[in-house]
């Protein structure tokens, strides 16, 4: 007896060594290499090109909140609202609880898998079954079953499959945060269209008044002898195409403000009042923050999202890997079958215990598809991520870009406005001396007024290329 008992304790010796062997034998690599990806290049780690003028930009971080630096609570509680309600957030959640119960699965394959079962049943069974030769009587028969199993990861299966959800959580986090940056842009930016528009109509309203004194100071004139009819159809013209961009305007912060109810989860209906109710767009209290290249390469949640698939596309690799070994199982079994009266008897009770070994080693081929196929998709995210690097450098330059035209414009208008207000005045006092006639006077006050809704014009532009500059930069989604 001693030797076959040596020889079973050698054999069972030499198994555990092999499957402790195995077991550090996770197969594929635990993240991507990313010394050759562009999100490490020093030239795109560093400051903007076309953040170098002082004057419009602060070299300082990004803002969490930097809807902030307009000073406007309306604007805060707005986005408060947004944030609560909006449904598109509510779907991102979604997703991510989604995501989340996935790799909740993934994690219960490391832990052993429990099974029980039973039944009852009156019948008879078939005598030639059992190798009887005489009819059986039916009677009541019951069985009762239990087992306990666990997965030796020996591959890295388990592990590379929960890595490859861990990622595809993050992705999904990092998607969250996106929508919620465009929820916060795309609210402020309905809020400020809405103001600046408001402001304009006021402004085309003073000159559509403007353009109907000249009508009338022309009919006047005409009705004197002093001009002839072409003046008073010149200013009839004028009149009307005035009051046509009235309706145009209205229709335009009409819109604005359907967009905003609908951003802050309500109906058209219940426009928000307070932000009707807005005349005037704020301005920022001090410069446009925009900080680094490496700063945004770590704040922007679509590179978040795009390193994150390309982790999980990776991790996805070592999950097909293992599909060329042997999945094994450890497992225990235990129950109960016979006839009714017998339950439980010693001659109805069995048990099993050991390896399940499955492999699907014919068919290689099929698995090395597969393998294929997943470093395939691991390249493609790899290429995916770089070019999403790309695309935010260049939307941020093209933002950045964008904002210094929209201000450099502006600060021309705002001259050119100065000027036709003080043309304005000198006209009013030049007609208070007398030296000067009423239809003169009219006529600064239009150039003002156009020179306003000018300037009120740019004021829209600008606050839009703000909004776009901070929704490039990635800010407002911790």
């Not at 559509?208 to 004139?221: C, I, K, P, S, V």
């Not at 050991?354 to 492999?359: A, D, E, K, T």
């Not at 035209?405 to 001396?433: E, G, K, V, W």
Request: hydrophobic share 45%; with cysteine; glycine share 6%.
């Amino acid at each position: 007896m001693t030797r076959p008992l040596f020889a079973h304790a050698m054999r069972r010796g030499a198994a555990l060594a092999l499957v402790a062997a195995l077991g550090a034998c996770t197969l594929g690599a635990d993240r991507p290499d990313l010394d050759h990806a562009l999100v490490n290049r020093p030239e795109i780690q560093g400051d903007f090109a076309e953040a170098g003028d002082a004057g419009r930009f602060a070299d300082a971080p990004v803002p969490e909140h930097w809807w902030r630096l307009y000073d406007d609570p309306v604007l805060d509680r707005l986005i408060e609202r947004a944030l609560a309600a909006n449904t598109d957030l509510q779907v991102a959640r979604a997703h991510v609880r989604q995501a989340q119960a996935v790799l909740d699965q993934a994690e219960d394959a490391r832990l052993p898998q429990t099974e029980i079962s039973g039944a009852a049943a009156y019948g008879r069974l078939s005598a030639q079954e059992l190798m009887q030769s005489e009819a059986m009587d039916a009677t009541y028969f019951y069985g009762v079953q239990g087992g306990l199993s666990y997965k030796l990861d020996l591959f890295g299966q388990v592990e590379r499959a929960i890595q490859a959800a861990e990622a595809d959580t993050a992705a999904r986090r990092a998607a969250y945060d996106q929508v919620k940056i465009n929820i916060i842009a795309a609210t402020t930016q309905a809020y400020l269209q809405g103001c600046a528009l408001a402001r304009q109509i006021a402004v085309e309203e003073a000159l559509h008044d403007a353009h109907g004194a000249m009508t009338e100071a022309m009919a006047r004139l005409e009705h004197a002898g002093r001009t002839d009819r072409t003046a008073v159809e010149r200013a009839e013209v004028a009149e009307a195409r005035a009051h046509a961009t009235l309706p145009v305007l209205a229709a335009r912060r009409q819109a604005a403000l359907y967009r905003l109810a609908a951003l802050l989860g309500e109906t058209p209906a219940a426009l928000p009042g307070e932000a009707a109710r807005c005349t005037a767009p704020p301005q920022p209290t001090r410069l446009v923050p925009v900080g680094d290249g490496r700063a945004l390469l770590a704040r922007r949640p679509d590179l978040r999202q795009a390193e994150a698939r390309l982790n999980a596309a990776t991790a996805r690799i070592g999950v097909a890997k293992a599909a060329l070994y042997p999945d094994i199982h450890l497992g225990v079994s235990g129950g109960s079958v016979g006839l009714m009266q017998d339950a439980l008897a010693s001659e109805t009770l069995k048990f099993s215990l050991g390896p399940l070994i499955r492999w699907e080693f014919p068919n290689r081929g099929l698995a090395r598809a597969r393998i294929r196929d997943a470093e395939a998709r691991a390249d493609a995210a790899y290429a995916a991520f770089d070019g999403a690097v790309l695309i935010a450098l260049r939307d941020v330059e093209t933002a950045l870009n964008a904002y210094a035209r929209a201000l450099d414009r502006h600060r021309t208008l705002r001259a050119a406005q100065r000027h036709a207000h003080t043309l304005l005045a000198d006209q009013r006092r030049l007609q208070q001396a007398g030296r000067t006639n009423a239809v003169d006077l009219l006529r600064a006050r239009q150039a003002s007024l156009r020179a306003d809704m000018d300037v009120a014009r740019s004021d829209e532009a600008v606050l839009a290329a703000q909004v776009r500059l901070f929704l490039t930069l990635g800010g407002g989604w911790s």
